[in-house]
């Protein structure tokens, strides 16, 4: 009588995607079969009520990789993508935070508070 099981399960097939998976992966792999083996989801983030998510694709025989890509909402970013729309969120705070005219620079004419 073997001890060894005679069903290789989703735990297996955890084990072995589990490795190549990247470190912001929060799926667990196996427990569906196919193509969740193959695509790595992160964690949610949220902003009012949209998802923030990171997606790759990683084939576990070749370890060539599709992404990863940033979701917010429905819309698909590249890393570089969503790294220009950061910089660009990141100038309109410090514009208004800094009290900077939009496009210009240039802080907007202060009135004189001796009536001037």
Not at 52 to 64: E, N, Q
């Amino acid at each position: 009588m073997s001890l060894q099981p005679s069903f290789v399960g989703p735990q297996r097939v955890y084990s072995v995607v589990a490795n190549s998976c990247p470190r912001w992966c929060a799926i667990r792999h196996g427990s569906h079969g196919g193509a969740d083996d193959h695509v790595h989801v992160s964690g949610a983030l949220m902003v009012k009520r949209t998802v923030l998510r990171l997606a790759a694709s990683i084939d576990p025989d070749t370890g060539a990789q599709d992404g990863p890509v940033v979701y917010v909402g429905d819309e698909e970013y590249t890393l570089y993508q969503a790294e220009v729309l950061i910089d660009a969120l990141m100038q309109l705070v410090d514009q208004g935070t800094h009290g900077t005219a939009v496009g210009t620079g240039r802080r907007p004419a202060q009135k004189s508070s001796d009536g001037r």
